[in-house]
């Protein structure tokens, strides 16, 4: 493996991943981004993104150098390492199925909506889409996920840098004028700290993406990378989203009001194309989380794991159960469905990492 490829594995994927799994139908369309930091204020937003930043580095350093010391590569084996056989563990295990089933439908819910706004489409077939892609991508493993969501990631920033030069050639100064007035709204420390702690909670399904840290060196400085990685687009999103503040705050999905306000008909279309993509790599990133768990511990009662097409069952089966769920509207999932989990994570996976797990690699070299 060369230099330029080693760096790649090591200090842009797991931030792609990772971000490609966050990212989902919430942040992709604004949604989170408006619910968790631009209500806050154009200045108080930025504040409250450095909360999470310095959450995500903190928490994704530790996890990655906890993953490589024990070698576990998924989240059953890692909660064990860390915790022991206990009750916390089984905790998490229904906290994490609760808010993937709650994430799946926020994607459902999603790519419903805009398929049906932008392309007139029957609102089934973006669930029928998304169970078919992710299917296949589940079917075919880790390796071809990892690859997906690194390249879609690059393209995902290529169309975010694309519409933050077009707001910004139009609406500059209405950008300018409301950072100048420095609005700082009370919360958002609290926000920040609760967008992180939910968002964080799928890093255990992700730890498949740990494989190739060598030494801790490099699983901390991942873990900065991959905090940056995830959180610039958000910030670029938050910073076009003053160009329609405080109005823009209520829409369902943010960003296709703004670039329907501004005419930006052709970039509606390739951001469109870019979320739909988007929703299905954080349903198979997610999802292959369960399988590597799922295979875990297969392997250690009867020497071997599921088969491709069991993968790719259990994916279709999650997104198809999810369905109920995306009734109730992305704007009551984003808003009240991913808040109250955010204090069970940090209960069973955010403090034992932080407490538990600095003093354990602390004792250990």
Known sequence: ?????????????????????????????????????SKFGPVGGVLSFGIVFLCYSIV??????????????DYRRFLMKLLGKNW?????????????????????????HILADSFEMPAGLGRFLMLGIIGLLSYFGRDL???VLTAWSVFLYVVIVVVFITVLTTESDAISSRFSA?????????????????????????????????????????????????????????IVFMAAYPGIIKEPIPIYSLLSGIGATTLIFVYTIMLLGTFVETGAGMLQGFNERIDSFLIERRGVGLSRRMHAVIAVSAVSISGPLSWWGIVNL???????MAWGFLAVYILPVVAIGTFKLVKTK
């Open 182 to 238: 420095m609005e700082v709204a009370a919360g958002w420390q609290l926000s920040g700290f609760k967008y992180a702690l939910f968002s964080l909670s799928v890093v255990p399904l992700l730890l498949y993406i740990a494989r190739d840290f060598k030494n801790r060196s490099e699983a901390m400085y991942s873990g900065v990378f991959a905090a940056a990685i995830a959180l610039i687009p958000g910030v670029i999103m938050h």
């Open 1 to 37: 493996m060369g230099l330029n490829s080693r760096f790649l594995r090591v200090y842009i994927v797991p931030g792609a991943v990772f971000q490609s799994v966050m990212i989902g139908g919430g942040y992709g369309t604004g949604r989170e981004i408006v619910e968790y930091f």
């Open 145 to 147: 996920i990892e690859t």
């Open 60 to 73: 994704l350093s530790l996890t990655f150098e906890l993953s490589r010391l024990y070698q576990a590569y």
């Open 334 to 340: 984003v808003a009240y469905g991913y808040g109250s």
């Open 88 to 112: 916390i563990a089984v905790v998490y295990e229904i906290l994490i199925v609760t808010v993937s089933l709650m994430s799946l439908a926020v994607l459902a819910s999603a790519s419903e």
